[in-house]
């Protein structure tokens, strides 16, 4: 059986008329996982629980349940709680931590009969652009041998584009779900600020995090969000604002939607070939009845380094809690880029330090979240490269922190702002995947899934 051809409702339409079973698609997914396990994709495959859950959904389908997820294999990231199952957050400091409850949004996906086939690897606590930091071990591109598949939700990436399962949760703190969903030639959404709850997902910066996820298609991208997003009482920041009939949106064209081509965003240090790819398709976008608009969004020069300044600021307080007291083992166990961060947050928030660059970096993020509700007047969404080069070979850049940091440059906005992002892939060069971001105010992911349709097709 050739799974990889289908999408979830492809996969779905098929196990309702028993042309294959949610054990046989689960098998499938974890030969899969086996037979590439070179590219270190996973931290724990839950192989037996998997296998139960498809025998159960085998039966509940057999009974005539009908749910949008049963019997469908999707992956998570280790940074999510699973009740009994092993979660580490690809960090040694909590090699042997096993959650009591289940995060959230994992229990809404088991809810309408998702089978969580592993956890996947990352760079540990998600710090990181290329999944390099685990402690697990680099995850590798399934497009060409040793290079990067972008982080930090490296793991959950590779799983959808190498075929391991149809859907993966990710994390988005400052790009990484777009970033390894533009490597690995996948759609990533990283949907608004609260928009689907941070409950029982391990903090990295609680006011930048966004919970997203991975899939082949935009279809399935907006089925996705359908199942996860909402409020939670458990989540304050969640709000009470309607979920969007996501779908709706697919069946519309794009005549007329003002799309905003900001210019900090196409200036200096973009990979020419990048470019032009980009511009080919806003060439199209435009064919088929968009208006294009030349903007500017001032502030985006700022945007890496106030995001470096507030991020490991959240990142130092977040990771306090992890004393060897309450969790796991002792503190020497962080890595480098724990350790890193946690120095650099605690710099700018000590006293003395605090006003110059904590409160600076606060006002920024205020003019930056501006700049985006005034263009938010003139254009529906906007359109800008995912990163500013193309993937890396690992190793490349790990010696140079500070030019890893710099492949969040077109990134990091999105979450300053807590607007939604969204990466389609867009074709290859040299062989390696390109990504085309789209971004829209708060709560516009529909619009998102209109015009990321009318690119990618599907
Ligand atoms: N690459 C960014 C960082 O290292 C973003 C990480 C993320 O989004 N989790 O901070």
New binding site residues.
């Given amino acids: 059986m050739n799974y990889s051809a289908y999408t979830i409702q492809g996969a779905r339409a098929s196990l309702k008329k028993k042309h294959f079973s949610s054990t046989h698609l689960v098998k499938a997914c974890i030969d899969e996982i086996k037979e590439k396990e070179n590219l270190n994709a996973f931290i724990t495959v839950c192989e037996k629980e998997a296998l139960k859950k498809a025998t159960e959904a085998d039966k509940k389908i057999k009974d005539g349940v009908d749910l949008p997820l049963l019997g469908i294999p999707i992956s998570v990231k280790d940074i999510y709680l699973t009740k009994g199952i092993r979660t580490t957050a690809a960090s040694k400091i909590l090699d042997d931590f096993i959650p009591q409850y289940s995060a959230t949004v994992v229990k809404k996906l088991e809810d309408v009969g998702a089978i969580i086939i592993g956890k996947t690897n990352c760079?540990a606590w998600?710090?990181?652009?290329s999944g390099e930091n685990s402690d697990y071990g680099p995850t590798e591109s399934p497009f060409l041998e040793g290079y990067v598949p972008g982080?930090?939700s490296s793991g959950s990436a590779v799983s959808v584009a190498a075929q391991m399962c149809f859907a993966s949760m990710g994390?988005?703190?400052?790009?990484?779900i777009r970033?390894p969903a533009s490597f690995c030639e996948i759609v990533g959404l990283k949907p608004t600020y609260g928009r689907v709850s941070r409950y029982g997902i391990i903090a990295?910066a609680s006011s930048l995090d966004s919970i997203g996820h991975f899939t082949n298609t935009i279809e399935e991208s907006a089925l996705m969000l359908s199942i996860t997003a909402g409020k939670d009482p458990n989540d304050a920041t969640t709000p009470d604002e309607t979920v969007d009939d996501y779908q709706s949106y697919l069946k519309k064209d794009i005549k007329g939607i003002r799309i905003g081509i900001p210019k900090e965003y196409f200036a200096q240090g973009l990979d020419k070939r990048i470019k032009e790819k980009i511009e080919a398709e806003i060439k199209s976008l435009e064919k088929q009845g968009a208006k294009i608009e030349n903007i500017s969004l001032p502030n985006t020069e700022y945007a890496i380094a106030c995001y470096y300044i507030i991020?490991p600021a959240e990142v130092s307080s977040n990771l306090g809690r992890y004393d060897g007291i309450r969790y796991g083992s002792a503190r020497q166990n962080f890595g480098e880029e724990a350790k890193r961060r946690i120095m650099l947050g605690t710099y700018v928030l000590s006293s003395g330090y605090y006003d110059a660059y904590y409160k600076k970096a606060m006002q920024i993020r205020t003019l930056i979240k501006k700049d985006f509700d005034e263009v938010f007047k003139k254009v529906d969404v906007v359109i800008t490269p995912v990163s500013p080069t193309l993937p890396w070979k690992i190793g490349e850049k790990s010696s140079d922190p500070l030019s890893m940091?710099l492949s969040?440059v077109y990134t990091v906005t999105a979450n300053l702002a807590g607007i939604p992002g969204i990466s389609v892939p867009i074709g290859l060069i040299q062989s390696l995947p390109v990504g085309l971001q789209i971004l829209g105010p708060h709560f516009s992911e529909g619009k998102l899934f209109q015009v990321g349709k009318a690119i990618l097709g599907v």
Avoid: V
């Avoid at 998600?126 to 652009?129: I, L, Q």
């Avoid at 994390?171 to 990484?176: K, V």
């Fill in positions: 760079d998600a710090h990181g652009s982080g930090s994390s988005d703190t400052g790009g990484s970033l990295m991020q940091y969040d």
